[in-house]
């Protein structure tokens, strides 16, 4: 089996397929799939929606990363929902569009959120917080995002298939190498790459422990 690659990439979800999707388009690039042979994809548990921003809180975001980096953060979010808008359109997936909405409730979470969303309107992002059009004891605010949430009509991983060569095995261990990244995987298998893709979500704290998660969330949000 061939042990060398442009690009490894990790995960059995939407993440690790849509990134072979679209790097099995460039002819000039060699890659790999690692899927783990137990199916745990984050995927298979969310919600069937895409939305863009953030789910975290702006604040919170804010106050780790200085304004900037909240700023750059959003913007991730919102360039990473209007690549999943094109997605689907080139494919002919039928969506449905709307906008996402946070029901806010108690004293500290919309004085919270009325922080948040002076941050994210200073920053030139769509956001407003109103009082709700009902009468309602348990939601005193609504925070509007603006149009970024879509629900596909059809399962998407119907349309990904496997673009690129797949290896069911689970992965052990990451580490440096000097032309790029090894992947130890449970089959027995040691492979090298010049990138590594994760699309692991509640697995990468695993794989690498360092990582900060108020960057990246892996926390279980599903259970």
């Given at each position: 089996m061939k042990q060398s690659y442009d690009v490894?990439?990790?995960?059995?979800?939407?993440?690790?397929?849509?990134?072979?999707?679209?790097?099995?388009?460039?002819?000039?690039?060699?890659?790999?799939?690692?899927?783990?042979?137990?199916?745990?994809?984050?995927?298979?548990?969310?919600?069937?929606?895409?939305?863009?921003?953030?789910?975290?809180n702006y604040t919170r975001i804010s106050h780790a990363h200085g304004p900037d980096g909240a700023r750059d953060m959003w913007r991730f979010g919102n360039e990473g929902y209007d690549g999943l808008v094109n997605f689907c359109e080139e494919e002919g997936i039928r969506l449905s569009h709307g906008q996402r909405f946070r029901y806010l409730n108690g004293p500290g979470e919309a004085e919270e959120a009325?922080?948040?969303?002076?941050?994210?309107?200073?920053?030139?992002?769509?956001?407003?917080?109103?009082?709700?059009?009902w009468d309602k004891a348990d939601v005193n605010s609504v925070q509007t995002d603006g149009p970024s949430c879509l629900i596909p009509k059809e399962p998407l991983f119907a349309r990904l298939g496997e673009p690129v060569p797949t290896i069911k095995a689970r992965v052990q261990e990451l580490k440096p190498h000097k032309d790029g990244v090894s992947v130890a995987l449970t089959s027995g298998d040691v492979l090298q790459g010049q990138m590594v893709i994760l699309g692991t979500h509640l697995?990468?704290?695993?794989?690498?422990?360092?990582l900060n998660e108020v960057f990246i969330s892996f926390a279980d949000q599903w259970e």
């Open positions: 490894i990439i990790i995960g059995g979800g939407i993440t690790a397929a849509s990134a072979a999707e679209y790097i099995s388009k460039d002819s000039q690039l060699s890659a790999v799939r690692c899927v783990s042979t137990k199916i745990t994809a984050t995927s298979f548990k969310a919600p069937a929606y895409g939305c863009g921003g953030s789910w975290d009325a922080k948040a969303v002076a941050q994210l309107q200073a920053q030139g992002f769509p956001v407003t917080l109103t009082k709700p059009p697995s990468t704290g695993e794989l690498i422990p360092e």
